[in-house]
């Protein structure tokens, strides 16, 4: 199972993606981890991985990404050249306008537009308002973990609910643990089959 995570600098997504690993970690999983992010400060493109099973590297080559776990939009379409037509997409719905279309150097494409173009070349695509499901949990910064619980709900890993929580215990501090628990159960609701 090879995972390809991306967003934008700000958002959590290398924080998802120690999560992830913790979690198969915790239920016995060989797991690889990478973080191939580029210029990870707030709005700059942050790009990682995670291989479980015996894999001996967690590069993504084109067509290898059994799943995209997309923060930002325009992210899930720059990186669906990733995919192949049986990866399962979880993609925020939320964009986050870089800077070159802020100051009017390039545009932003239309949501009907990524929505078509993902849609017509993987096999399913879960669109999540990590923000709102996240405000509505208690805590607008627990979108990421809103994502990572979509994820797990899809039950494409096969890693418990006792190890997913154990894992969440042991990367981050206890003060936001529990707020970033519910969003990861609102999100895990989410992403059963044929919640959309």
Same mark, same amino acid.
Request: with cysteine; charged share 20%; aromatic share 6%.
């Given at each position: 199972?090879?995972?390809?995570? #991306?967003?934008?600098? *700000?958002? &959590?997504? %290398?924080?998802? #993606?120690?999560?992830?690993?913790? !979690?198969?970690?915790?239920? &016995? %999983?060989?797991? $690889?981890?990478?973080? =191939?992010? *580029?210029? /990870? ?9 995670? !291989?479980?099973? +015996?894999?001996?590297?967690? #590069? =993504?080559?084109d067509g290898e990404a059994d799943i995209l776990l997309a923060f930002e939009p325009l992210e899930a379409l720059r990186a669906l050249p990733k995919c192949h037509g049986? #990866? ?5 719905? $939320?964009?986050? $306008? ?5 100051? *009017? ?7 009907? %537009? =990524?929505?078509?173009? %993902? ?6 695509? =879960? ?10 949990? &208690?805590?607008?910064?627990?979108? +990421?973990?809103?994502?990572? *619980? ?16 154990? /894992? ?7 003060? $936001?643990?529990?707020? +970033? ?16």
């Amino acid at each position: 199972m090879r995972i390809f995570f #991306t967003g934008v600098g *700000g958002q &959590g997504t %290398l924080l998802a #993606t120690r999560l992830v690993g913790e !979690a198969a970690l915790e239920e &016995g %999983l060989p797991v $690889v981890v990478s973080e =191939i992010h *580029g210029m /990870a400060q707030r709005g700059g493109v942050v790009e990682s991985a995670v !291989a479980v099973g +015996n894999l001996s590297s967690p #590069t =993504i080559a084109d067509g290898e990404a059994d799943i995209l776990l997309a923060f930002e939009p325009l992210e899930a379409l720059r990186a669906l050249p990733k995919c192949h037509g049986r #990866t399962v997409v979880v993609a925020n719905t $939320v964009p986050i $306008v870089p800077f070159t279309v802020a100051v *009017g150097q390039s545009t932003y494409p239309s949501m009907e %537009l =990524i929505r078509s173009s %993902l849609e017509a070349k993987v096999a399913r695509v =879960i669109w999540v308002d990590a923000v709102q499901t996240a405000r509505k949990s &208690g805590s607008e910064r627990g979108a +990421n973990m809103v994502m990572v *619980g979509v994820l797990a709900g899809t039950g494409k890993i096969p890693v418990s609910g006792k190890s997913w929580r154990k /894992a969440m215990e042991r990367v981050l501090p206890g003060k $936001v643990l529990e707020a +970033n628990w519910k969003a990861f159960q609102s999100g895990f609701d989410l992403g059963a089959p044929g919640s959309e």
